[in-house]
């Protein structure tokens, strides 16, 4: 007799099927090779649900469904558990002194959009094609070493060498602010000499860039009051999920579930 691959998951007596986990699952990616992985994510969120659910219906909870989008409605499920948490989550106020607190704690999280002029030169490649990566790599350093000998010969080359439309333009890319491009090239720019052209290659999904920085200004700390909205917003989302991730602990604690380590799964 062929054993299953992942053992019976049961919830309060309540069997988890294996094809609704499955279902699931395609809601809870895993990296490349660990698909064990996100079947237990899905078997965890959905023994959390089965949890709450139980409960609603213990305290005899029965709403009617609210619309939550434009022609979408919820669940008698999804109703059941939005009232369970309304009436039970209690999440603590936001003070003055608490968003004082998270502001003075990283006021560097609060700064004004930086503004760039960069101009780059493209080598693209796929990142998935490993070959044509390193290829691209290799053409990228060799006209690196060309621009750092004779940086005059930047836009000339970015006209024959670059796979950005910004070719036509000598590679510049115009004025640039924060978020405007990918993490790892407003990194670059961040750390690049202003002036000149960045010594080292920048990698990002799309390929190597060789990167000319001519201007940057650095956006100045918002005072507290310009960005107290955003931090109240912040806390009070913070504060809930604490007091639900508290309440949801409770209700595990006192759950039977078999077959399934929910502190195992990551």
């Not at 930047?154 to 950005?164: K, N, P, T, V, Y």
Request: charged share 25%; aromatic share 4%; proline share 8%.
């Amino acid at each position: 007799m062929t054993r299953p691959l992942f053992p019976e998951i049961t919830v309060n007596g309540t069997v988890l099927s294996a094809a609704a986990i499955a279902a699931e699952a395609q809601n809870h990616p895993a990296p490349a090779g660990k698909p064990g992985l996100a079947w237990r994510r899905a078997a965890r969120a959905l023994a959390i649900r089965q949890v709450l659910l139980d409960e609603a219906r213990r305290r005899g909870l029965n709403p009617a469904p609210e619309a939550v989008a434009p022609g979408r409605r919820e669940t008698p499920e999804e109703a059941q558990i939005r009232e369970l948490l309304a009436q039970n989550v209690q999440p603590a106020p936001v003070t003055e002194a608490a968003l004082r607190r998270a502001y003075d704690g990283d006021p560097e999280a609060y700064r004004a959009p930086s503004l760039y002029q960069p101009a780059h030169i493209l080598f693209a490649t796929a990142p998935e094609d490993a070959g044509a990566r390193e290829a691209a790599r290799v053409r990228a350093e060799a006209v690196l070493d060309r621009l750092l000998a004779a940086p005059a010969r930047f836009a000339a080359l970015a006209r024959e060498e670059s796979a950005c439309s910004s070719r036509d333009a000598g590679g510049q890319l115009g004025q640039l602010s924060s978020g405007d491009t990918v993490p790892e090239f407003e990194a670059a720019m961040d750390a690049a000499p202003v002036g000149e052209i960045h010594p080292q290659l920048v990698e990002t999904r799309y390929g190597y860039h060789i990167l000319r920085l001519d201007a940057r200004a650095k956006g100045d700390i918002l005072p507290f009051d310009a960005v107290r909205p955003r931090l109240a917003v912040a806390c009070e989302k913070a504060n809930w999920t604490a007091a639900a991730n508290a309440y949801l602990s409770d209700l595990l604690d006192r759950a039977e579930i078999v077959g399934l380590d929910l502190g195992a799964v990551a």
